[in-house]
């Protein structure tokens, strides 16, 4: 099925320092999603994206819809120690949702 | 958060048993997914439901078959386990309206099959 490539794999990174994270498709989605998963408990969804070239604010997180559909950004800001966590993408096309495999992201106090 | 529970969370078996995990939502949405996550991949979709009774697979659905006899609730079984099926399973809800759709995630169920 249609994968999607998310990079970095990980990030270790100090407390106060901006992180970006990107995911890109071979094919076009008409909706971008991007999640937040913590140890032990289902994704939680940040920043929902429904047109190209959108750039949404979520508190010290953006995202962006790319242009040509197929790719999206995340970029967290200052970051702090609970931004801990693994980050997951999420296009959406016709009711099919692929995942990428998700940015673990370890910040360091 | 949303209104979805997940039982049980945490489930050991083994090889060649019947497994049923349900999913639980209190939000009256119409769809429900089951997922599976393992290392190295995104979730997969298992089945998912566009009502009750209407069930439709999904990219990795060999060995699952699922069951939607009411809004709330969507069961997932595992006729016979394998060890393959060793995962956390994820349950998710949403509700398409016009384009946009999200969906949101229960807590998961840790599966290990001996």
């Known amino acids: 099925g249609q994968q999607l490539n998310q990079s970095p794999q990980s990030m270790f990174i100090q407390e106060g320092e901006d992180v970006s994270m990107n995911c890109t498709s071979s094919?076009?989605?008409?909706?971008w999603l991007w999640y937040k998963q913590d140890p032990g408990e289902g994704p939680v969804l940040l920043i929902a994206?429904?047109?190209?070239?959108e750039l949404t604010s979520n508190g010290r997180l953006t995202a962006q819809f790319g242009i040509t559909r197929k790719d999206s950004f995340l970029n967290i800001s200052a970051s702090i120690p609970s931004d801990v966590g693994i980050y997951f993408c999420?296009?959406?096309?016709?009711?099919?949702?692929?995942f990428g495999a998700g940015t673990r992201l370890t910040v360091k106090p | 958060d949303a209104g979805i529970t997940q039982s049980p969370r945490h489930k050991v078996t083994e090889t060649g048993t019947p497994v049923t995990l349900r999913c639980h939502q209190t939000?009256?949405?119409?769809?429900m997914y089951w997922y599976r996550q393992d290392p190295g991949h995104g979730l997969r979709l298992i089945h998912y439901s566009y009502g009750v009774k209407d069930t439709d697979k999904g990219e990795v659905s060999d060995g699952y078959s699922v069951s939607r006899s009411k809004t709330e609730d969507f069961l997932l079984t595992l006729e016979s386990a394998t060890s393959s099926q060793t995962s956390v399973y994820f349950c998710?809800?949403?509700?398409?309206?016009?384009?946009?759709?999200?969906?949101?995630f229960g807590p998961g169920t840790r599966l290990l099959v001996l």
């Open positions: 998710a809800i949403s509700e398409l309206t016009s384009a946009r759709e999200t969906q949101y």
């Open positions: 999420a296009g959406l096309e016709n009711n099919d949702m692929r």
């Open positions: 994206l429904y047109k190209a070239g």
């Open positions: 939000e009256n949405h119409r769809y």
């Open positions: 094919s076009i989605f008409n909706t």
